[in-house]
């Protein structure tokens, strides 16, 4: 039988998943024309007490990708590419560190 942190952390798990659900679709209906919405991923992280909704958009000449505390939509870490002839090329961010970031956050 799960003790009461586990049962408060999978109900916050729940509601975390249901949150961010909501706010990809949000992110979809406002998602510039020609662009296709990236597959979510979420997750409630318990210790730093927040839900992350990592989320973005592809088209055929930028990609975007956003890591975002669900409750206060406040972006944690982002980054941009452009397509420039055959290159892609990192506009705003930093890709690397995004990575790195997904990985500590069991996100990626």
């Not at 049962?7 to 961010?20: G, H, K, M, R, V």
Request: charge should be negative; hydrophobic fraction near 30%; aromatic fraction near 12%.
């Amino acid at each position: 039988m799960p003790n009461k942190n586990e049962t408060d952390d999978n109900q916050l798990s729940i509601a975390c998943q249901e949150a961010a659900i909501r706010l990809h679709q949000r992110d979809g209906a406002e998602m510039p024309q020609g662009q296709f919405q990236m597959e979510p991923r979420y997750k409630y992280d318990a210790d730093l007490e927040k839900c992350l909704y990592k989320g973005g958009f592809i088209s055929d000449n930028s990609i975007s990708e956003y890591l975002k505390d669900v409750y206060t939509n406040e972006t944690l870490a982002e980054y941009i590419k452009i397509k420039e002839g055959n290159n892609w090329i990192v506009r705003y961010g930093n890709e690397e560190t995004f990575e790195g970031i997904l990985v500590m956050f069991e996100l990626d």
